[in-house]
């Protein structure tokens, strides 16, 4: 299981939290960890998303780049992955 | 002008001249806009169908079908066939009406979140929270729906925006700038394509939706390599070429599997390596290497690894892929030599009508404009594999989502779309049913859609996985408490005819032909006639069964 740290960045519409969290849940990719804030002129947003699996981390940040709200998406392969739950 | 009007403005500007769709309370302003907007709407008799009669159009006109329902089941009903465009990726704008925007939240009347239901089954979706960015939000709409891979659009839009005045301006014109071409990438395969022995050209419906079947017939002539295509790529190249080995995958023919699983370089066009095409994916074309070209880069390793995956419009990449015809006779000959091997054959003893045999007859009857639309099961399998196509925008099948209930909307979306050409149904019992209401549709706009229906009286593509692989339990798969089909057509009015003989076959289909009208060819089939070969569950696809022993 492998764990990446994704960096999104977006325009800011109401439902871009959940496009993101939806596409990564259905592409087989599980949250481990999140954090998102709204710029100050509310136009754009930026999520931080920590998330396993076994699938290669492209097959997630491929489909979230073709989301048309999302501007940018960079991955990072975390070296030390944070403790498993049980 | 209020909201409504400004829509019903905004699509005629689009280039809408048809929409299918079903009114209800919360879009009966936009309905009051269409009553004399000088924009053709037909009349469904069931959202769902609405869907399937813009995805129809889509296919057969390659222009954005558009299709709208009021909110609540109007707008669930809509999900079918937006997801149906989604996975064979066909461009659809689809507008719902919603409750005003103070009730959203309040589980007021009709009142759905089709926002939050459209996230998994549309390229984009939008809801319209002020009047004044509809406009801009239309255009848009178009042209994702249409750009790089196509998909459907849903646009909600609360009954409060649809009342509220605005002053018209002109829309933002939208495009979506083509990417650059990566050399490095296109001087890869052509290295691969020069290297090659056994390559096989894999086909897609993305070539079809590219508009690049010029391009890829001109590819596949220059370079000499045998072809196979997927269910969507029926109709993209040449049926008739002696390298064209027939569809691959499940019901693919045997020359076809056999050819790729012999293969050392898949060149893969606009298909994404679905899992009716590959069977057991470790096994499948395992000493091949593959070039991927696609509008969609999240397909290149997806499922299959690419050695090379070029993002690039098709019609820009194929030109550029290689001047020369491969020194691969050797592998033409044996990919000839297969072909001559598998032919598909025709004599079936006894008068039942052969729903193969019946099929190619029709075909043979029909001209290359026809476009035949067919629903899900035993019956679109045999239209894959004995009906003859030129044009992919002629075969209209509902191949990701296996969609059953596309062919009656299906086939009247593309009577609107090309009414000077002929638009055959080829359904089975079971999908027959699940649309039927459309008969009403048909009388309704008076359209001469040629229905050929083959009655087994089972599921039988169920049916016949429970005889092979559930121990012959056939559960839930007995229809033998069908109605009469001809008489239901008939309260339509709608003229038809039951045959049950070999010998009535191509009567029948003449006079269906020459009926001005719709009609009904109601065809009795046997009910343990099985479509071969057939991939089994878990095996390579060299392994196809051929018959039941």
Known sequence: MNQHNLQIEAQFRPEVLERVLRMTRHRGFRVDDMEMSTAADCQSLSIRVTVSSERPIQLLSRQLEKLMNVTRVETHLMEQPLKQSA | ?549
């Open chain 2, 1 to 549: 002008m209020n909201g409504a009007q400004y829509i019903v403005q905004t699509l005629k500007q689009q280039g809408v001249t048809q929409i299918f769709g079903y009114p209800g309370g919360a879009i009966m302003p936009l309905y009051d806009a269409l009553y004399d907007g000088g924009v053709e709407h037909l009349l469904c008799r069931h959202e769902q169908a609405a869907a399937l009669g813009a995805v129809g159009y889509a296919r057969a006109s390659g222009q954005v079908g558009v299709c709208m329902a009021t909110s609540g089941p109007g707008a669930t009903n809509l999900i079918t066939g937006l997801a149906d465009a989604m996975l064979d990726s066909i461009p659809v704008v689809a507008i719902t009406g919603q409750v005003p925007m103070a009730a959203i939240g309040t589980d007021a009347f009709q009142e759905v979140d089709v926002l939050g239901m459209s996230l998994s089954c549309t390229k984009h979706s939008y809801l319209v929270e002020n009047v004044e960015n509809l406009g801009d939000i239309i255009a848009e709409a178009f042209e994702v729906a249409r750009s790089g891979r196509p998909g459907p659009v849903l646009i909600d839009v609360p009954k409060n925006v649809q009342v509220a005045l605005v002053e018209p301006r002109a829309t933002v014109p939208c495009t979506t700038a083509p990417n650059a071409l990566d050399e490095a990438a296109l001087a890869k395969a052509r290295a691969m394509l020069a290297e090659a022995r056994q390559p096989i050209l894999y086909v897609g419906g993305g070539v079809g939706m590219a508009n690049a079947e010029a391009e890829l017939r001109a590819f596949a002539e220059r370079s000499g390599i045998p072809a196979v295509t997927t269910l969507k790529g029926i109709g993209t190249l040449n049926p008739d070429h002696e390298l064209f080995l027939g569809m691959l995958g499940m019901h693919g023919t045997k020359a076809a599997n056999l050819a790729v699983q012999q293969s050392d370089l898949l060149m893969v066009v606009g298909a994404r390596f679905d899992d009716r095409v590959t069977g057991k994916l470790d096994a499948f074309a395992v000493n091949a290497k593959v070039i991927h070209l696609d509008k969609d880069a999240a397909e290149f390793g997806k499922v299959r690894q690419a050695h090379v995956g070029i993002d690039a419009e098709l019609q820009q990449v194929l030109p550029r892929l290689t001047g020369e015809h491969l020194a691969i006779d050797a592998w033409r000959d044996q990919c000839k030599a297969l072909k001559a091997e598998h032919q598909w054959r025709y004599d079936h003893p006894g008068e039942a009508i052969y729903a193969p045999l019946m099929l190619k007859q029709l075909s043979e009857a029909l001209d290359d404009t026809a476009m035949i639309s067919c629903d899900v099961g035993q019956h679109q399998m045999w239209v894959a594999q004995h009906m003859r196509f030129t044009s992919p925008r002629n075969h209209l099948s509902s191949a990701g989502l296996g969609t059953m209930g596309f062919g009656l909307p299906a086939a009247i979306g593309a009577k609107l779309a090309r009414p000077e050409h002929e638009s055959v149904l080829v359904s089975g019992d079971g999908s027959f049913m699940m649309n039927v209401q459309e008969l009403g549709t048909l009388k309704r706009a008076q359209l001469p859609v040629k229905m050929v229906l083959l009655d087994n009286q089972r599921l039988g593509m169920v049916r016949q996985w429970q005889e092979l692989f559930f121990d012959g339990r056939f559960s839930e798969t007995i229809l033998t408490d069908n109605p009469d089909f001809v008489a239901m057509a008939a309260a339509f009015g709608i003229p038809g005819e039951t045959i049950t003989r070999k010998e009535q076959v191509q009567p029948a289909i003449a006079r269906m032909l020459q009926a001005d009208t719709a009609y009904l060819l109601h065809v009795r089939i046997s009910e343990e006639e099985n479509v071969w070969p057939l991939v089994p569950p878990g095996v390579a696809n060299d392994q196809m069964m051929e018959s039941k022993a």
